[in-house]
């Protein structure tokens, strides 16, 4: 089994520019994909760990996968070559901002007996997709995935499976996600924001961050 | 064991007062609760589910507990009353407003060994709360109430669990969680919402909702 996590550095995580440098996204861009890999390599459930990048990143026991290309483009190209050459392996592709994973998550999606494993993020996103067969997938990110992701298992008979997670759905893109970080995160991410100085806050009532 | 659900009737869920009518949302709420309650009595887990409510209300399977006291209050009043009259059985508190849950989460979660399983919402809130010996526990509610009860447990020297899952951590209070109704919601809530007139709809990438 192999996994692939899709990964951009340059100017990442815009949303969060109101509290963080472009230095400060990157590097915690590269703290939540951390996260994301040591559970990976932890489950002990993979063969490979692919990083697919436009940019040359370092993290311990994985490989990066150069590509200019977009995020489907991308994916679905190496899907491809996968068939092409003949390597004929499960596949899971996780995204790099969900630093709630835990090893046991990645555990439980590796043990399924579906065909596709469908991980929901908030909103309609896709947070993870475990594809048994990649000759006969193909992935279409953006807007509501989960549907289309549903719908394109549905349309090749694959039996699929909706996984059930918090920690999984949980994708850190704007200044209030980063309360979630706060508050369940016990891995790189989470001190990055606390060597920043981000502390949680209570406003009327509801929680966020601030910056101290 | 025996669950409760607090529930407010009266002006409920008014930060979906832009896209909802005072009528309607008191529907919604009802339909909401309906899904939980549906899926507590489908799990065959309970000997009584009570509604903790200051309306009178009728959900086939359930019992009113009248009240006018706030969520702290009521909820620490029962347990304490539980107490008093000598009934020692363990007890799940669950929120009327996660109409996602399904009736394998509720079986997962009454099956834990832990004395305390705390079920995070989203931005630090506790959308279900399973106490073994309610004696020795108290809820506090409000603001990051999931670290409250995390610390009530340690200090209390009981063993506590996380339980991880999209579908109880996503309460619906904002318009923007309508989508996850319609998006994953397979129950009377969705229904009620889609006899409304609502439908997903695409903006910029993003998921939403519109009434037509």
């Known amino acids: 089994m192999r996994a692939i996590i899709p990964f ?17 996204r990157e590097g915690f861009a590269m ?3 951390s996260d994301v890999a040591e559970a990976l390599i932890s489950s002990g459930c993979f063969g490979a760990i692919d990083i697919l990048s436009s940019s040359i990143i370092e993290i311990r026991g994985t490989n990066i996968v150069l ?17 092409y050459h003949s390597i004929h392996e ?26 596709i494993v469908i991980v929901p993020g908030r ?14 997938f193909h992935v279409d990110y953006y807007g509501a995935s989960f549907l289309k992701h549903r719908e394109i298992a549905s349309t090749n008979k694959l039996k699929h499976e909706v996984f059930d997670s918090f920690n999984l759905s949980t994708d850190i893109d704007e200044t209030a996600d980063l309360a979630e970080v706060l508050l369940h995160g016990t891995g790189y991410a989470a001190r990055y924001l606390r060597e920043l100085g981000f502390i949680l806050a209570e406003n009327g009532g509801r929680v966020g961050v601030k910056r101290i």
Request: proline fraction near 4%; hydrophobic fraction near 45%.
């Open 90 to 115: 499960p596949v899971l592709i996780i995204m790099a901002d969900i630093p709630l994973v835990s090893i046991k998550n990645i555990k439980n999606i590796a043990s399924s007996s579906a065909d």
């Open 8 to 24: 951009k550095k340059c100017n990442a995580k815009s949303r969060l520019g109101a509290l963080l440098s472009e230095k400060e």
């Open 67 to 83: 590509t200019e290309k977009g995020l489907n483009e991308a994916l679905n190209e190496y899907l491809h070559k996968m068939s």
């Open 31 to 33: 703290a939540m994909l």
């Open 123 to 136: 909103m309609g996103g896709t947070n993870a997709l475990f594809i048994r067969d990649p000759s006969v």
